[in-house]
């Protein structure tokens, strides 16, 4: 049987949350009945050498010239080569990384059925409609033929403004390696907990446009029985550490940094904690259900099988006063969580998008 041809395009393959999930994604289709190429505008990455063998991974370079106009010609130059040699060439197309130009043009050329994934629930990054409409038309939302959501709330504050696009629509939630992340959680650290101490643990980019982490930091100077672990690197870590220095936290606070292998340090956890402005529904979610650990977060997404708040955590205020309160109410209770059977809800997830991968162009 002839294989069917599928391409993913994607910005790199350094770590966080979407490549993460695009690597896990790779790993599980079944290459017995897929070719699958994989394009980035820079092909580098800690996850690179991850990726299945079987996947055929290129680079499209994006350029960066000063000079508007020269950029403009050669960005042109270069889809105008692709659009040449890969035009409609593949029975699937998706444009990985929902904010990217670059990535929705090529993966609209390269398939008549092409998907686009969207990651976050972008209401919450804008809040005005036309604003929101500007961002998906520029991305030309209406030429794709689907669009995967990763939780119900991404899709449906999508359709409150594009409700005639609802036969486009699909959620279907990240993929993560279980097997890997059970069998990595055991990896031995120095670091160790404090014994009169609650562990809250965060892992992501330290970006305060999105995660606000200044909220988990503020927890911790208004509880006294909560220590904060922080695995992660970005842009406002400097931000942040001077947060903790000026709050004389440094007992408290740990930057553990940017870590290959986030588990161990989440296995020591008493919570897991997000205090992000927005979020589409987050990896560290799906992982912290694996590790067995709660979740405290601001951010309550859900699934066909997951729901957060009912069954794995609990949502609290983006309002630091208000959190404080509700914070130190949920140290005093212990919520049962939900038993799930993730390996059988991703085969179930694959199977639908296989039935995506095989639609006739």
């Known amino acids: 049987?002839?294989?069917?041809?599928?391409?993913?395009?994607?910005?790199?393959?350094?770590?966080?949350?979407?490549?993460?999930?695009?690597?896990?994604?790779?790993?599980?289709?079944?290459?017995?009945?897929?070719?699958?190429?994989?394009?980035?505008?820079?092909?580098?990455?800690?996850?690179?050498?991850?990726?299945?063998?079987?996947?055929?991974?290129?680079?499209?370079?994006?350029?960066?010239?000063?000079?508007?106009?020269?950029?403009?010609?050669?960005?042109?130059?270069?889809?105008?080569?692709?659009y040449l040699f890969n035009h409609n060439k593949y029975d699937f197309s998706c444009c990985y990384a929902?904010?990217?130009y670059s990535c929705n043009v090529l993966t609209r050329i390269a398939s008549r059925n092409s998907t686009l994934y969207v990651h976050s629930n972008y209401r919450d990054l804008y809040h005005k409609e036309q604003e929101f409409k500007d961002f998906f038309d520029k991305r030309n939302i209406r030429l794709f033929k689907k669009i995967i959501?990763?939780?119900?709330?991404?899709?449906?504050?999508?359709?409150?403004?594009?409700?005639?696009?609802?036969?486009?629509?699909?959620?279907?939630?990240?993929?993560?390696?279980?097997?890997?992340?059970?069998?990595?959680?055991?990896?031995?650290?120095?670091?160790?907990?404090?014994?009169d101490k609650i562990l809250f643990v965060f892992v992501g980019r330290l970006d305060d446009s999105s995660k606000k982490l200044g909220r988990a930091i503020n927890l911790v100077d208004k509880i006294e029985e909560i220590e904060l672990w922080i695995v992660g690197d970005g842009v406002d870590k400097k931000l942040y550490e001077h947060m903790v220095q000026e709050?004389?936290?440094?007992?408290?606070?740990?930057?553990?940094?940017?870590?290959?292998?986030?588990?161990?340090?989440m296995m020591k956890a008493d919570y897991i904690i997000?205090?992000?402005?927005?979020?589409?529904?987050?990896?560290?979610?799906?992982?912290?259900?694996?590790?067995?650990?709660?979740?405290?977060?601001?951010?309550?997404?859900?699934?066909?099988?997951?729901?957060?708040?009912?069954?794995?955590?609990y949502i609290i205020s983006k309002d630091e006063d208000n959190m404080v309160d509700e914070v130190l109410d949920i140290l005093k209770n212990k919520k049962v969580k939900?038993?799930?059977?993730?390996?059988?809800?991703?085969?179930?997830?694959?199977?639908?998008?296989?039935?995506i991968f095989d639609e006739e162009k």
């Open 338 to 355: 939900k038993d799930i059977d993730l390996k059988r809800i991703q085969k179930e997830r694959m199977i639908r998008l296989e039935k």
């Open 247 to 265: 709050k004389n936290l440094q007992e408290r606070v740990m930057f553990l940094g940017r870590q290959s292998n986030p588990y161990p340090y």
């Open 274 to 313: 997000l205090t992000s402005d927005y979020e589409g529904f987050p990896v560290t979610y799906l992982e912290a259900i694996v590790l067995n650990k709660t979740i405290i977060t601001t951010i309550n997404v859900s699934d066909e099988a997951i729901n957060i708040k009912k069954d794995f955590g």
């Open 98 to 100: 929902t904010y990217s």
């Open 149 to 195: 959501f990763v939780s119900n709330e991404s899709r449906t504050s999508f359709l409150e403004i594009y409700p005639d696009l609802q036969f486009k629509t699909e959620v279907l939630n990240n993929f993560i390696d279980i097997d890997l992340i059970q069998e990595k959680s055991h990896e031995q650290i120095l670091i160790k907990k404090k014994k």
């Open 1 to 82: 049987m002839k294989k069917r041809k599928l391409l993913f395009t994607a910005v790199n393959l350094e770590v966080g949350g979407i490549e993460t999930s695009l690597l896990n994604l790779l790993n599980n289709i079944n290459y017995d009945k897929y070719e699958v190429d994989l394009i980035l505008e820079e092909k580098k990455g800690v996850l690179l050498d991850k990726v299945n063998t079987k996947v055929n991974i290129k680079e499209i370079k994006v350029s960066q010239n000063k000079i508007v106009l020269i950029r403009k010609i050669i960005n042109c130059c270069r889809k105008l080569f692709f």
